[in-house]
């Protein structure tokens, strides 16, 4: 069955920064547009960063842009997201998900926690 | 940049009664919308895509209509694990921006 394992979130300062890891299985991944969407305690979804099955098209939020990289490794069947600079407002549920069609996400992971203490 | 509204933000019902969800986008989205359950400690679900589409193991309980820029999720009868938040979505531009609603708390009356 498909899975998608989240990793490194942690506690961080203010300033800081982690990576997150995002295994996948079950699907063709080589093939597959990967996003990575938040969501901070008390509060709705954010759609924080998209990357093209190829990595050739990227985008972001306008509130990680600057500070957040997402990257993959189409052989190791895994999505990353770089976060610099992190705030207290990036303190989130960190989950991947695979977009279908470029449209929706069919997939996702149980996320990874990422608290920022200032 | 798309809005997306949702309204309630709030519905207490009680099981078996009938739930209906609105979601309203600033400009058209044709049919690229999606609707999803968010319950606490869990991933959220696809349950409709493309507007009405239902997911893969989507109960039949769960329908989505309408287009452009009004959209309704239907929970016909309401089961006790179906309260939880349901979220809208859409997709603009390229590379693609994704957007959510606030979203509807469906709480048990």
């Known amino acids: 069955q498909v899975q998608l394992v989240e990793s490194g979130g942690g506690v961080v300062q203010s300033g800081g920064s982690l990576r997150l890891s995002c295994v996948v299985s079950g699907l063709i991944f080589s093939r597959s547009g990967m996003n990575w969407v938040r969501q901070a305690p008390g509060k709705g979804l954010e759609w924080v960063t998209f990357?093209?099955?190829?990595?050739?098209?990227?985008n972001y939020s306008d509130s990680v842009k600057g500070r957040f990289t997402v990257s993959r490794d189409n052989s190791k069947n895994t999505v990353y997201l770089q976060m610099n600079s992190l705030r207290p407002e990036d303190t989130a549920m960190y989950y991947c998900a695979r977009d279908q069609n470029v449209n929706y996400f069919d997939y996702w992971g149980r996320g990874t926690l990422v608290t920022v203490s200032s | 940049e798309i809005v997306l509204t949702q309204s309630p933000a709030t519905l207490s019902l009680s099981p078996g009664e009938r739930a209906t969800l609105s979601c309203r986008a600033s400009?058209?989205?044709?049919?690229?919308l999606a609707w999803y359950q968010k319950k606490p400690g869990q991933a959220p679900r696809l349950l409709i895509y493309?507007?009405?589409n239902r997911a893969t193991g989507i109960p039949t309980r769960f329908s989505g209509s309408g287009s452009g820029t009004d959209f309704s999720l239907t929970i016909s009868s309401l089961e006790p694990e179906d309260f939880a938040v349901y979220y809208c979505?859409?997709?603009?531009?390229?590379?693609?921006?994704?957007?959510f609603g606030p979203g509807t708390r469906v709480e048990m009356k």
């Open positions: 493309d507007a009405s």
């Open positions: 400009q058209s989205v044709n049919d690229y």
């Open positions: 979505q859409q997709r603009d531009n390229w590379p693609p921006i994704f957007t």
């Open positions: 990357i093209r099955d190829d990595g050739t098209d990227i």
